[in-house]
């Protein structure tokens, strides 16, 4: 199929690889600019406490100390949703986590400020604080939010079709509480935003502001920007430079963002901040702790009758994404399977902790880790294959769910068949020795939310297509690229569609001045809109080439193909494979600069040659758009993304979150060992299928595939943040433990193309789909391993070897007993739930006390 | 603090420098010298973006004194590029999506041309052991392998 294509569907290095793999790539903290101070943000020490005074005259006086930002200088509340805007840059009265943002020392180097910071004078009431979601709900006094009483950010109850009676019809009814511990995306690169006004020319006063940040959504930044520094947006610019990572962290106004142009406007000349890695886990804006308690029935044959589900997110102190993120884990438990009857109620409570935001996955990883467990537990009790269970549950798509999801393209059937084949699943399964197992799990998630979170009418994506006559073709996008390949999707859309090759493509991004707006990179939109804009606008450049060459050949438009930077017609020998001389001629012209300058040949006599012999069946690209240009003028088009009507989802109260154009699927197969004695979990291999649509780029497809299920390998294994009253425990990359290269297993990609009717040549996301189903899989090996079901994520080994004990009736193990954390005596440098607040000893990188490199399984 | 001269010799290049004694060699290489390929990605020395060559041995600029290195032979990311073209290790890590937000791939490049250096023909599990020291949070290091794989071929 993909040999219809010239640039899609082959695998391609990323058109910024060069960039990265040089170190010659700008990310926000490689920029400075002259005269650019740096900002060091001053962090509540309380979990919740009230401002009674600041006093940062000491600080002021410290020497290169240019100013000290505080709460009054911008006291405009914003968030990332409309409905929640309840945090400011700096601290107006209240604290309401450790590291929430109190003041802003700007100075000439890192160490002044950081010098100024302990002489700023902070007097606290300290006021009692919530840290547990279900002790919060109860409080009645010194609420975290005045306007949140119970600490309730939001909560939703919806029930589609009849449960009860559904479970009334059940053979077989499992039910159990499920908790999923918080994970935090610590991307690599820690955030980092530079922020400098201009002099206005005409009233001679401080005018435009160009930022420059970290961000998945420099629309968004904008807005908020706008919204806080009470500027017009037309007076903002923000750019993103290259992004280390974000998956969902990056996705919303960091605190550091509008503090930068704060500070920048208080002291009057350029300034940058660079959060610290501790800072970044403050910001956090991770996935939520979640409590799930979960309900299923399913009658003999393995049909789902009902789902009912009441899942409580301890959300942080601010309400961030957390309204999107509560409607999501009910919306997508619709959309994968066929449930035809389902209750959820869900709980987003504050608590005071850096607040949860959206991570890769947003809102459906846990409430499917649960599912799937649960789905697994009911195939046992029914006696059936669990890779069955899953296909006798499979959607008749196309259709609408019962929750008002529309789903076309659904390729969960061939996933699970692939991921099952490959991994051996029918031969292997059952028959592995003691302590290894084989798990199944599936997930799915949206190409992009149907409705955007500023409900309007307004396309999602816009693109911008620029020729010229040096047969350059310049795209202008919004979107965002952070890693996944954004910019080299855009540029392989428009050089398919335009039938040029890719070095002939420039893509320009996310630059508010100079590109069309698109709501940013979350969601797992941009390939989808972005892409469909981009088809868009390439089409329409392409139909001004096309028009114009045809009018040169003596032809209909529709008759000429434009492929491999040459345009000829339909059904006539592709000139590319004509007899050699000519071949080399098209090699010349294809190479050679030609444009005109006052209606003269500047360069490329062959053009002016073949004008006069008026050869008539091919044009190079080159020929063709300078005779596009001298016909229309100029070569240029737009293309926009909106979703379709019919794929904006139901009427009820919180229908707008959930609703996608398309919906990806992925089906893994995870083969893990336990150790009985230690309780430790290996994995040695996962299969991961997903649909994907089309893969436009499939090294990239297979990378956001494997990358995915390696995020969720952490959270089934290891990452946790550990909270002691308020206090993160493990505020570092070695601590958090996110996996190294000798803990990690190895992956086999498996692409499925199911082409979406409406996505760009029929692709579909590929970047957060898989990650859901990881954990499920995993969980669901172990009890194929060892027979013992983990309720609570990571399965840490103490939390496997307490499984195993209590299957056991042994007495169980507490090996945090009579331990004051914050007072440690011995140290445990990978504790898992037993984590101390000082950091363990140095340990060189090969130190031998880390886990050899786990054998690859598969095998045997 | 006062700023004291020190000479570096980084990437076939003698450079003075005025820094106080306590400066590390990273904040030199980002803020003096402007080759912010280097990266910094966290506090502790647990991330190895900013892992540098130091006399051909990969090692951790956010923890070194910039001081200390005077009289070594200091390669940085920006030095690896060989007569204005990729090195086999960077191509491959384009090539077979080694890198996806580039945010670490100049401290893994850095440590795989050490391993390769002092070990021409790793097992996967060299490999592996070899890329523990550096963290990447896109790839799961799966794409890496075979990028690396691919660059020790390219080199033969």
Request: proline share 5%.
């Amino acid at each position: 199929m993909s040999s219809d294509f010239s640039i899609i569907g082959k695998p391609t290095a990323m058109v910024d690889a060069a960039q990265k793999t040089t170190g010659s790539g700008k990310y926000t903290d490689d920029l400075s600019l002259p005269g650019m101070l740096v900002g060091k943000i001053l962090h509540s020490p309380y979990p919740h406490a009230r401002i009674k005074s600041i006093d940062t005259s000491r600080a002021e006086k410290c020497e290169g100390v240019i100013v000290v930002a505080v709460g009054k200088d911008a006291p405009n509340p914003y968030g990332i949703l409309p409905v929640g805007h309840d945090e400011y840059p700096l601290a107006l009265d209240k604290v309401r986590y450790v590291g929430d943002n109190v003041a802003c020392v700007v100075a000439v180097s890192e160490v002044s400020a950081e010098k100024a910071l302990e002489l700023i004078d902070v007097e606290y009431e300290v006021l009692p604080a919530y840290f547990d979601p279900e002790e919060s709900m109860k409080a009645k006094t010194d609420l975290i939010h005045d306007s949140k009483p119970g600490n309730l950010e939001k909560d939703y109850h919806h029930v589609f079709g009849d449960p009860e009676k559904g479970f009334a019809e059940a053979d077989e009814v499992a039910e159990a509480r499920f908790i999923a511990n918080e994970v935090t995306h610590a991307a690599m690169e820690p955030h980092s935003t530079l922020a400098s006004f201009e002099i206005d020319p005409h009233t001679g006063k401080t005018g435009r502001l160009t930022v420059w940040s970290s961000t998945q959504v420099p629309y968004y930044l904008q807005h908020k920007l706008s919204l806080v520094l009470e500027m017009p947006m037309a007076q903002i610019r923000v750019i993103k430079p290259l992004v280390g990572g974000g998956f969902g962290g990056k996705s919303e106004v960091i605190p550091l963002e509008i503090i930068a142009a704060v500070a920048a406007r208080k002291a009057q000349a350029p300034v940058k901040i660079t959060y610290t890695r501790e800072e970044v886990f403050w910001a956090h804006r991770g996935r939520p702790r979640t409590i799930i308690d979960l309900k299923t029935g399913i009658k003999k044959d393995g049909r789902i009758t009902a789902v009912k589900a009441r899942v409580v997110q301890d959300g942080g102190a601010y309400c961030s994404y957390g309204v999107v993120t509560i409607l999501y884990s009910g919306a997508l438990l619709g959309a994968l399977y066929d449930i035809p009857n389902i209750q959820y109620d869900g709980y987003r409570v504050l608590t005071n902790k850096p607040a949860c935001g959206a991570m890769r996955g947003h809102g459906t990883v846990n409430v499917r880790f649960a599912f799937e467990s649960q789905l697994d537990e009911l195939a046992a009790k029914i006696g059936m294959d669990p890779a069955e269970i899953r296909q006798r549950n499979l959607l008749q798509a196309p259709c609408i769910t019962v929750n008002g999801l529309r789903v076309q393209s659904y390729g969960l059937p061939e996933c699970i068949e692939k991921s099952v084949e490959r991994s051996g699943w029918k031969q292997r399964k059952g028959k592995l020795p003691k302590g290894r197992g084989l798990g199944i799990a599936c997930s799915h998630y949206v190409s992009g939310a149907a409705n955007s979170i500023i409900r309007s009418d307004m396309p999602h994506s816009t693109v911008n297509i620029k020729i010229d006559r040096d047969g350059g073709v310049v795209v202008y996008t919004g979107a965002s690229e952070i890693g996944q390949g954004s910019d080299t999707m855009t540029a392989q859309i428009a050089a398919e569609v335009l039938g040029c090759s890719l070095p002939r493509v420039r893509v320009i991004a996310a630059d508010t001045d100079l590109t069309p707006i698109d709501i940013g990179s979350y969601s797992s939109r941009v390939t989808f809109m972005a892409g469909n804009a981009t088809l868009r606008a390439a089409t329409e450049v392409k139909q001004l080439i096309a028009a114009a060459a045809a009018k040169k050949m003596n032809c209909a438009a529709d008759d000429l193909i434009l492929r491999d930077d040459l345009v000829f017609k339909q059904g006539s020998e592709a000139p590319g494979v004509k007899k050699e001389s000519e071949e080399v001629e098209v090699t010349q012209a294809g190479a050679s600069v030609s444009g005109r300058v006052e209606g003269q040949i500047l360069r490329g006599s062959l053009q002016q040659k073949r004008k006069e012999e008026g050869r008539k069946d091919w044009m190079t690209f080159e020929e063709a758009v300078v005779a596009a240009i001298d016909f229309h003028g100029a070569l240029t088009g737009t293309g926009s993304y909106a979703p379709p009507q019919e794929a904006r989802g139901g009427k009820h109260k919180g229908a707008g979150v959930g609703p996608s154009p398309a919906y990806s699927y992925s089906a893994q197969v995870a083969d893990v060992s336990v150790d009985e004695e230690t309780g430790e979990v290996t994995v040695h291999k996962v299969w991961a299928a997903h649909d994907c649509g089309r893969a436009l780029n499939p090294v990239s497809v297979e990378g956001q595939i494997i990358g995915s299920v390696w995020m969720g390998m952490g959270q089934a294994l290891t990452e946790e943040m550990i909270w002691k009253d308020g206090m993160l425990m493990n505020p570092g990359l070695l601590e958090y433990r996110s996996p190294s290269s000798v803990e990690s297993p190895e992956v086999e990609p498996i692409i499925v193309e199911s082409v979406d009717p409406e996505g760009p040549f029929g692709a579909k996301e590929c970047s957060e789909g898989s990650l859901a189903a990881t954990i499920p899989a995993i969980a669901n090996a172990i009890y194929d391993a060892v027979g013992v079901r983990l309720h609570e994520s990571p399965f840490t080994p103490e939390r496997v070897l307490a499984a195993l004990r209590a299957k056991k009736n042994a007495k169980a193990l507490n090996l945090t007993d009579g331990i004051d954390p914050t007072a440690p005596s011995r140290f445990r440098e990978h504790g898992g739930s037993l984590c101390f607040k000082e950091k363990g000893p140095e340990r060189h990188a090969l130190d031998p006390s880390r886990r050899a490199p786990a054998e690859s399984g598969g095998a045997d | 603090m006062n700023k004291e001269l020190i000479e570096l010799h980084i990437n076939g290049r003698t450079h003075e420098v005025a820094t106080e004694p306590s400066a590390l060699l990273l904040d030199v290489l980002r803020q003096e010298l402007q080759l912010t390929g280097s990266k910094r990605g966290c506090d502790d020395s647990s991330c190895g973006a900013c892992t540098v060559l130091m006399d051909g041995v990969a090692m951790m600029s956010c923890t070194i004194l910039a001081a200390s290195c005077e009289g070594r032979e200091i390669t940085t990311i920006e030095g690896v590029a060989e007569h204005g073209a990729l090195a086999a290790i960077q191509k491959a890590y384009g090539d077979w999506g080694g890198a996806q937000c580039g945010y670490c791939t100049p401290g893994f490049i850095m440590t795989v041309k050490s391993l390769l250096a002092e070990n021409p023909e790793p097992s996967e599990i060299d490999v592996r052991a070899a890329l523990s020291s550096n963290l990447c949070r896109c790839t799961g290091y799966s794409q890496m392998y075979e990028a690396i794989r691919s660059a020790i071929d390219a080199e033969r």
